[in-house]
């Protein structure tokens, strides 16, 4: 089993920056990819980023220039820099691992 657990949300102004982490415990050696997912009030939860076992990392065209995933060399934490925020993308940000883990996830709200 993988424990992630999520931090760094709050209250932003547009246009604004956030910085989030996801910090993993438990069996984070079996851990292959790592991704961040959001969902917005009313809306399904959607991919943004992910990183790879190989290190190759990809975003959704949404927020490819503005967010920035990174990952510490232990493997046991990602992190996620969110620049210039849009009041649209207020939603609860998760961390997710190997596809079947999720963590509780931090909200984010985009609003002056």
């Known amino acids: 089993q993988v424990q992630l657990v999520e931090s760094g949300g709050g209250l932003v102004q547009p246009g604004g920056s956030l910085r989030l982490s996801c910090t993993a415990s438990?069996?984070?050696?079996?851990?292959?990819?790592m991704a961040w997912y959001r969902q917005a009030p009313g809306k399904e939860r959607e991919w943004f980023a992910h990183?790879?076992?190989?290190?190759?990392?990809s975003y959704a065209t949404s927020v490819k220039g503005r967010f920035t995933l990174s990952k510490d060399n232990t493997g046991n934490a990602m992190y996620l820099q969110m620049n210039s925020l849009k009041p649209e993308e207020t939603a609860v940000y998760y961390c997710?691992?190997?596809?079947?883990?999720w963590g509780q996830g931090t909200q984010v709200t985009v609003s002056s």
């Open positions: 990183i790879l076992s190989s290190g190759e990392i």
């Open positions: 438990g069996a984070i050696s079996r851990i292959v990819n």
């Open positions: 997710n691992a190997n596809v079947a883990f």
